[in-house]
């Protein structure tokens, strides 16, 4: 054993997707501070993950997705992160982000994710959400040379 990356079985992977999807299903009322948002069918949601390991940042980088899209970020690092939108903020998700939470101003930003846990976001809003991972101080893992610490979540 060398290293601080996790190895993930599909089949774990594939579960937080089905539970990601589930749990937008079962409530894709939408979380907005803006009046007028536009509804998300049933029938337009999906899951992708974007995985965050130890020595590379986010993987993919970019990620095109439909409205009613479900990501996901995995926290394969060795160390606690978090996802933020530091441009565009993500004001409007499907009523049930898992472990984000709308911030005083109103955007949606992670909480902190330990190694192993998820984070998931359903984008209903046409644009580009470029987003950062931040490894946070104190959590006895060091940023590696090329970590990426940027990426970006594209709605059509």
């Keep these: 054993m ?30 907005s501070r803006q009046p ?53 903020k993500v004001t409007i998700s499907c009523l049930s982000p898992v472990n984000f939470g709308l911030t005083a101003e109103g955007f949606f930003t992670s909480d902190p994710l330990p190694p192993g846990a998820v984070a ?5 809003q046409p644009g580009s959400y470029a987003y950062s991972v931040a490894r946070l101080t104190g959590t006895g893992c060091a940023q590696p040379d090329g970590f990426r610490p940027e990426g970006a979540i594209i709605v059509r």
């Design 2 to 31: 060398g290293g601080n990356n996790f190895d993930i079985p599909a089949r774990v992977i594939l579960g937080i997707i089905a539970l990601g999807t589930v749990m937008c299903l079962n409530g894709c009322a939408l979380v």
């Design 120 to 124: 998931s976001l359903c984008f209903v």
């Design 36 to 88: 007028g948002a536009g509804g998300v069918s049933a029938g337009e949601i999906g899951a992708l993950v974007v995985s965050v390991p130890a020595h590379a940042g986010a993987e993919p980088l970019i990620l095109s997705v439909r409205p009613g899209t479900v990501v996901i970020w995995l926290n394969q690092s060795c160390c606690d992160i978090r996802v933020m939108f530091p441009d565009r």
